[in-house]
T-cell receptor, first 115, second 116 residues
Framework: GAVVSQHPSRVICKSGTSVKIECRSL??????MFWYRQFPKQSLMLMAT?????????EQGVEKDKFLINHASLTLSTLTVTSAHPEDSSFYIC???????????FGQGTRLTVV | GNSVTQMEGPVTLSEEAFLTINCTYT??????LFWYVQYPGEGLQLLLK?????DKGSNKGFEATYRKETTSFHLEKGSVQVSDSAVYFC???????????????FGTGTQLKVEL
């Protein structure tokens, strides 16, 4: 099956700094990528949908200026958590949909801890 | 809005035991239903899906039937193996047929541990 690589798998950063998470489709081109976050014992919540070459669509309640999404190519989307705070500590997961396809493939997730 | 409720884990079973992970949903319209599995250190993988009422999805010995009357999509397997140890997510999409590529609403996930 198609492979989506997410990097890093774990990151610890200091409060006030920014962290970038990468999501790459390794063997296919992805027109659409999705970013989710998951708090302990809670559901995966969709944060935003990004389409290659255009602005991301954010879900209600997600701060655009805090969670910057860039989908500059058909194989790479990045999520930057700006001025991170401890409450941003969470598990972030991306998924990518192949051009013309209807199934999305998931990365392995990134555990972010802000101290 | 849409929501998915699944049983809390962890669920610990002995090898060859019968598995049921309950999943119920709330949705407007006629959603598609999915089970995803996440093995340690890997991304979520689609395990099975059903797109309409009474459909049964099956894969790798796992089954789930779309029950509209009870708004449920319980995951079952007759004989689990140690290699089935993973986290299982129930999810729905309000787009018929094309679930994975559209907005998915997930349950909290249920960790399954299978011991020898």
């Amino acid at each position: 099956g198609a492979v989506v690589s997410q990097h890093p798998s774990r990151v610890i950063c200091k409060s006030g700094t920014s962290v970038k998470i990468e999501c790459r489709s390794l063997d296919f081109q992805a027109t659409t990528m999705f970013w989710y976050r998951q708090f302990p014992k809670q559901s995966l919540m969709l944060m935003a949908t990004s389409n290659e070459g255009s602005k991301a669509t954010y879900e209600q309640g997600v701060e655009k200026d805090k969670f910057l999404i860039n989908h500059a190519s058909l194989t790479l989307s990045t999520l930057t958590v700006t001025s991170a705070h401890p409450e941003d500590s969470s598990f972030y997961i991306c998924s990518a949909r192949e051009v013309g396809g209807d199934e999305a493939f998931f990365g392995q997730g990134t555990r972010l801890t802000v101290v | 809005g849409n929501s998915v409720t699944q049983m809390e884990g962890p669920v610990t079973l002995s090898e060859e035991a019968f598995l049921t992970i309950n999943c119920t949903y709330t949705a407007t319209g006629y959603p598609s239903l999915f089970w995803y599995v996440q093995y340690p250190g890997e991304g979520l993988q689609l395990l099975l899906k059903a797109t309409k009422a009474d459909d049964k999805g099956s894969n790798k010995g796992f089954e789930a039937t779309y029950r509209k009357e009870t708004t449920s999509f319980h995951l079952e397997k007759g004989s689990v193996q140690v290699s089935d140890s993973a986290v299982y997510f129930c999810a729905l999409s309000d787009k018929v047929l094309t679930g994975g590529g559209n907005k998915l609403t997930f349950g909290t996930g249920t960790q399954l541990k299978v011991e020898l």
